[in-house]
Structures are given as structure tokens and as C-alpha cells.
């Protein structure tokens, strides 16, 4: 399993697709994973430190996890099928490991609330994952990620179903 954080949420202004972008730790290898507008929003709310008046469907999720006295220990995006990302939301219940299914969206949103681990298989990463090229003097990118928002800004996000 490879440890990645959340680097941006990319957004389209002519579309309502969004691209969740996550950056393997201490390498220049990112996963963008298409996701919703609902679920855009719920990540970034929640990163921005925006209290709402009521719970939120991933604040109910978190609620519930506490009142069952369940810790979410991970999530987990575990496989790549058709184009289409699989995660997992892992828990111990009373002492036990129990993986529940869950789109990468709802477990990245709820990971965020409980600043738990977000791991991605090799798999998937070797797969989907994306280095920025060396530019023109052969330096990487390291500071500004131009490469990697220019390939973002490249995208038909019209032609893309989220998850």
C-alpha cells in the first residue's frame, strides 16, 4: 500500500465535474480520481474548516462510526476496473477489521473529518498514477506542479463519468 495526501480538488468552470488529486508521499507521483460536485464540495468544506448547522451525509457517516464505537483506522483505494476507482473504508470494531466499500469520494470526505491515512494500492498507482515530465532545462516541476495542471487543464472533463 502506498501512503498518499489530498493535493488539490481541480475544478472545470464549463462543467460540474471535479478531479480529486491525491500526491504519493515523498515522491512526484500523483492519482487524479474523477468525482462529484456534492462530494467536491463536502471535501473541501470540511478543509476550509466550514462548520454547517446540521450534519452533512459524511458528518452522519462519522457520527455513526462514533456512536457504534467504530474507528476508522484507513481507507483504502484498492482497484481500477473499467475506469472506475474502488475504495474501502477499514474500521476496528471491538478489536476486529471490518473493510467496508464505499466510493473514493465518500471515503476520501469522511477520511478528511477523522484525519485518518489514505493508502492506494500499486496497482492503482502504477495504473492511473501521473509524474510530471521534466520541462525544456530538464529541472522537474517541484514547486509550481505546472506540468500537472497543464495536463489537468488538457482534459474533456464533459466526456467523463464520476464515480
Not at 478531479?19 to 515522491?27: A, C, G
Not at 484498492?78 to 474502488?86: A, G, M, S
Not at 500499486?122 to 500537472?148: N, Q, T, Y
Request: glycine share 4%.
Amino acid at each position: 500500500m502506498i501512503e498518499v495526501t489530498l493535493e488539490t480538488i481541480q475544478m472545470s468552470l464549463v462543467s460540474p465535474h471535479r478531479i480529486v488529486v491525491l500526491k504519493e508521499i515523498d515522491v512526484e507521483r500523483y492519482l487524479p480520481i474523477w468525482i462529484g460536485p456534492c462530494e467536491a464540495e463536502a471535501i473541501s468544506l470540511r478543509l476550509q474548516g466550514v462548520e454547517t448547522p446540521r450534519p452533512l451525509t459524511h458528518d452522519l457517516i462519522v457520527n455513526i462510526l462514533d456512536a457504534w464505537n467504530a474507528d476508522l483506522m484507513f481507507i483504502y483505494i484498492h482497484e481500477l476496473v473499467d475506469n472506475t476507482f474502488y475504495a474501502k473504508l477499514v474500521l476496528n470494531v471491538v478489536g476486529q477489521e471490518i473493510e467496508i466499500d464505499a466510493r473514493p469520494s465518500d471515503a476520501i470526505a469522511v477520511a478528511v473529518r477523522l484525519d485518518v491515512p489514505i493508502y492506494v494500492s500499486e496497482g492503482v498507482m502504477d495504473a492511473a498514477g501521473v509524474i510530471p515530465e521534466d520541462d525544456i532545462s530538464g529541472a522537474k516541476k517541484d514547486e509550481d506542479l505546472s506540468v500537472f495542471r497543464d495536463f489537468l487543464n488538457s482534459l474533456n472533463l464533459d466526456d467523463i463519468a464520476t464515480d
